[in-house]
């Protein structure tokens, strides 16, 4: 979507500065977060993964630039029990105010080994989401394609600095879960996936470095013939 959010990244934030060493969490509540979300990622009901970015790209922006990731993932969660009517906002605040005033309160806890081994086996599964379709592919390996310059107002995988850019088909990957559809609950709608490869001339032009290109995933409806390469 066109928000604060892309999945392409965007400039002006400075330079990427990796951290050596980085641990898997900073902090112990990050840890018992993730396993917050994986236990509840059935309530109050079902949500995919495409409607969890959704919601994660439409926090205001604020709150999207300056909070951690983990952070940004209570807020949504807090939201999404909140518009669901588990809890309410004073609930809440007022559990924040018992543990603030008594940091020594202890959390409640309860042990069920039997859910944390489902909980391993869903995650070493994966969540496969390639779908079986009728639709024959629009392209093949070897085809010169024009990614389509959309702006659409919800989630979309088509980053911005690809979009209206030409490229050629590297790979088909069959059928895939359509996010944009997916992620606004009008179901799943499978479309064919592709490797491009576009070169970083004409993604960045000259400020590119030579021979070099970038290879992205992208699905059949965001692509379109290059009828200028094909007449060439």
């Known amino acids: 979507m066109n928000s604060i959010h892309d999945i392409g990244g965007m400039d002006g934030f400075g330079p990427v500065r990796p951290e050596k060493n980085e641990p898997v969490f900073h902090e112990p509540w990050e840890g018992r977060l993730l396993a917050m979300l994986l236990l509840s990622a059935g309530e109050p009901k079902p949500l995919p993964i ?35 009517g588990t809890l309410t906002r004073e609930e809440i605040d007022a559990k924040i105010r018992e543990f603030a005033s ?59 600095y690809a979009r209206g850019k030409r490229g050629v088909i590297v790979k088909h990957h069959g059928a895939h879960v359509f996010p944009d559809t997916n992620a606004h609950g009008l179901g799943e709608n499978p479309q064919h996936l592709y490797t491009v490869r576009i070169s970083a001339h004409e993604l960045w032009d000259d400020a590119a470095e030579p021979n070099q290109c970038v290879l992205i995933d992208l699905w059949e409806s965001y692509l379109a013939p290059d009828r200028a390469a094909v007449k060439g």
């Open 50 to 84: 495409d409607a969890g970015r959704y919601r994660l790209e439409s926090l205001p922006p604020s709150q999207y630039i300056t909070l951690p990731y983990y952070q940004r993932h209570l807020a949504v969660r807090v939201a999404r029990l909140i518009e669901a």
């Open 102 to 160: 008594n940091p020594e309160l202890v959390t409640p806890r309860r042990e069920d080994p039997a859910l944390a081994a489902a909980i391993a086996a869903r995650l070493r599964a994966g969540n496969p989401v390639n779908r079986p379709t009728s639709q024959q592919a629009r392209f093949a390996v070897g085809d010169h394609v024009l990614t389509r310059n959309l702006n659409p107002h919800g989630h979309t995988r088509l980053p911005r």
